[in-house]
């Protein structure tokens, strides 16, 4: 376990090394909620009571998702670099190398998106010690079903970079447009409502919402969220697992 | 170590083909084999990086597909490129190695300082890995794998983009590794390294082993392979040829006014007994010139291809 430790702090060390991608994220956090967050809020008017603070918790969860995007690229890169084969040669097994994924994976989404959600709630007024903790953890839950998801896909680029990088862009434009990250299912239509009970980021939005006190009616139940999210967090994971033991190791060396 | 009828097929290229091979504890065993020929894909199975399509590897008796994570804690490999990470130093990179091994944190800089001199990387010590040489690199990729002084040491082409002062160096620190009871694994193309490092080299070719033994051995085997020239004071005699045809062992005799030329088995064998025969008939030598096969020569007779003509 300390090995897998190890790993995962020297790879955070790494994503510390340059916080220029930190500021940048927060930055156009700050700058989507001022301009979008208060122009939609206006729009939504009275329809969605408080559509500023749902907004910004949407916001938060396209931040965790393209966080877990970059865990899943930094994965290729680490294949195409030539990094991958080294740590595949450390003395830890798959999984503990997965999870020191996953740990880089936690820490990069956490960095990001902590800062934003303190700094909302506090605005906002809704601060509150067990709701941003809940909140985190649904949030930390969310990205690593992402993380898993991405780098489940890594396959695919180790086969064509464009590919995968095709394939994440789709996914992307699918997962967030066909979600409750800016609307809620209540006032969605009857076509686009099933859609978009199939996104995870539907299941990870509404929790968050949940644990942060929106009014629930808006809302899935949380028990179904939860065990939702939690479920396709390990299920991604291990397909992750099975996939860098199967599959990685059985193609050609980048 | 020992594979037993190890392949590996990579969509309809068979890379390996029910490759037998063995490796004995404490020896530099060196597989010498053209670009393609397999020699990678072995040592990528061996340190678990890859998995065979069938057959079995075992390193100390360990599974490589069965126990990996036990392969990889007495395993370490150099790789034909060197991996690094960009943002890194050497030492830094070193250092990080050396945890995930469990060296001696007491001991630790100690070792990487004294490698890094040993290669001539401690002026780099402050670059970044990008900014790094392709040889300082390579360099580099060779102290990760001196620092960890692993029960089984693997170098793919350790010296390739490395200059000959470099070469010398690692083939030295390579021959340390082996002294201090590592057993030692070298893929290359280069006959110069595999001769000054082997102590039994594996021809491989299109996948499959073609021969292994120690490189006196494989030179003995090449019948013809030495070739001895003589230079006498006088012409040489017919009645000398003669008598040289009838002590055996030479497979052809080419007289030239004073000089003799003789394809031989074995020179070490064949030369006493040429000038004993001399002497008695009165023929005296002014010198003698032996060359033995090199390793290009052993490749050729084996294989029926030119190891250069393959690169």
């Known amino acids: 376990m300390n090995r897998v430790l190890n790993l995962a702090a020297f790879n955070i060390r790494v994503l510390l090394s340059d916080p220029t991608w930190f500021f940048l994220s927060w930055a156009l956090f700050a700058l989507q909620l001022a301009v979008y967050g208060s122009l939609m809020s206006k729009l939504v008017g009275s329809n969605l009571p408080n559509y500023f603070f749902f907004y910004s918790i949407g916001l938060m969860i396209i931040v965790v998702f393209e966080s877990a995007e970059d865990v899943g690229r930094h994965f290729v890169e680490n294949a195409h670099e030539g990094e991958l084969p080294y740590f595949l040669t450390l003395p830890i097994s798959r999984s503990g190398f997965l999870v020191s994924q996953a740990m880089y994976g936690v820490a990069n989404t956490l960095l990001k998106v902590a800062p934003p959600l303190l700094a909302v709630l506090f605005v906002s007024g809704n601060l509150t010690v067990p709701g941003a903790l809940f909140a985190l953890l649904a949030l930390f839950l969310l990205g690593l079903g992402i993380t898993g998801i991405m780098v489940s896909l890594s396959f695919i680029a180790f086969k064509a970079v464009d590919i995968y990088l095709a394939v994440l862009a789709g996914l992307s434009a699918l997962l967030v447009r066909f979600s409750t990250v800016f609307y809620p299912l209540a006032v969605m239509p009857n076509y686009y409502s099933p859609i978009s009970v199939l996104s995870p980021l539907t299941y990870g939005a509404d929790l968050t919402r949940w644990f942060l006190g929106f009014d629930p009616k808006y809302l899935l139940n949380p028990v179904l969220a939860a065990v939702v999210v939690t479920a396709i967090a390990v299920s991604t994971l291990s397909l992750s697992a099975r996939i860098v033991d199967k599959i990685i190791e059985g193609v050609k060396v980048a | ?311």
């Open chain 2, 1 to 311: 170590m020992e594979t037993i009828s190890l392949s590996k097929r990579y969509g309809k290229t068979d890379a390996l083909r029910g490759l037998n091979f063995t490796v004995d504890e404490g020896e530099i065993m060196v597989i010498l084999g053209p670009n393609g020929s397999g020699k990678t894909t072995l040592l990528m199975i061996l340190c678990t990086i890859l998995k065979p399509t069938s057959g079995t590897a075992k390193v100390m008796g360990i599974d490589v597909v069965e126990e990996g994570t036990k392969v990889r804690e007495v395993m370490g490999i150099a790789f034909q490129e060197a991996r690094g990470f960009w943002r890194h130093k050497p030492s830094s990179i070193l250092r990080f190695h050396a945890s995930m091994f469990d060296i001696d944190p007491a001991k630790r800089q100690e070792l990487i300082e004294g490698t890094m001199k040993d290669l001539e990387l401690w002026e780099s010590r402050d670059k970044k890995f990008m900014h790094l040489s392709g040889g300082q690199a390579k360099r580099l990729e060779t102290a990760k794998v001196l620092v960890q002084r692993p029960k089984l040491a693997i170098f793919d082409e350790p010296t390739s983009q490395v200059d000959l002062r470099g070469k010398r160096k690692i083939w030295d620190k390579i021959r340390e590794l082996r002294d201090h009871g590592s057993t030692v694994i070298v893929a290359t193309n280069e006959v110069r390294e595999a001769e000054y490092l082997a102590d039994r080299v594996t021809i491989l070719h299109q996948g499959q082993l073609v021969v292994r033994d120690s490189i006196p051995k494989l030179k003995d085997a090449i019948a013809g392979g030495d070739v001895v020239e003589v230079g006498f004071e006088d012409p040489v005699a017919d009645k000398l040829v003669e008598e040289l045809k009838t002590l055996g062992g030479a497979l052809s005799l080419s007289p030239d006014g004073n000089e003799l030329r003789a394809k031989v088995s074995r020179a070490e064998d064949w030369v006493p007994k040429m000038t004993s025969a001399s002497y008695n008939l009165g023929a005296k030598i002014s010198s003698i010139k032996i060359t033995e096969p090199s390793l290009d020569d052993v490749f050729l007779h084996f294989t029926g291809k030119a190891l250069v003509d393959q690169l």
